[in-house]
DNA sequence: CGGAAGATCCACT
DNA sequence: GTGGATCTTCCGA
């Protein structure tokens, strides 16, 4: 499929909406994704493939578009990529938040999470995600078309309901810090943190 | 070879 | 708002 294989930039707002579907044995959950970053490889100060680094970590980067990039970050927590682009070019698409759909008992299970969840609780962050996913380091690599996860069509958010804003966490990358490469959907409740982009005050 | 920092989350103040 | 958990990777000595 063609999708995957276009620029990080391009990929990530069409990415909003769609689904995430999670096969694990004999339970299936589904997520709707309302919020992505885009890494751009090399030229990205703030991506794992900055200046062409290439480690056993990362190898998964520089496969063709379509497949998972799964890292595990702060000793604790995994991360959820899709590369996109073409084979060797270290380009990601970080799915940050989603909205669970279905297969919610499993999410509140694996998240640990007592009582009703609130919004944000089960998918509301990049770590969350895969921990209420069950998504570790043994899905790196895998296809996204198929198999364990897929992303399928879903409902898509036109352009007008998806704002744009710098990248959480990076603060470290210089310039790249500041390029508008996170995108969410408008008004939606299950995003990761506070959007910077409607602050009052703000840029 | 050692130290520091990281695409995070949660409990506590 | 701040700090701890906990491990891989990178960079400087």
Redesign the pocket.
Known sequence: MDFFRRPAEEVAPELLGRYLVRSCGRSRMVVRLVEV?A?LGARDR????W?G??????ES?YLAGGRA?V???????Y?L?AVVGDESNGE?V?L?AAAPISGITAMVEH?GVEGVPKAG?LT??????CQALQIDRQLDGVGLQRGAIRIVEGDPVPRERIVTGP???????GEAAAWPLRFAARDEPHV??PWPWKRRGSA
Do not use: W
């Open positions: 970053e890494y703030a991506s794992h493939a200046g680094r290439r480690t056993p970590r990362n980067l990039y890292y595990f970050i702060y000793g604790m927590h991360c990529n990601a970080l940050r998240r609780q509301g962050g990049p770590a969350k995600l990248r959480v966490g990076i603060d470290y990358a990761s943190r």
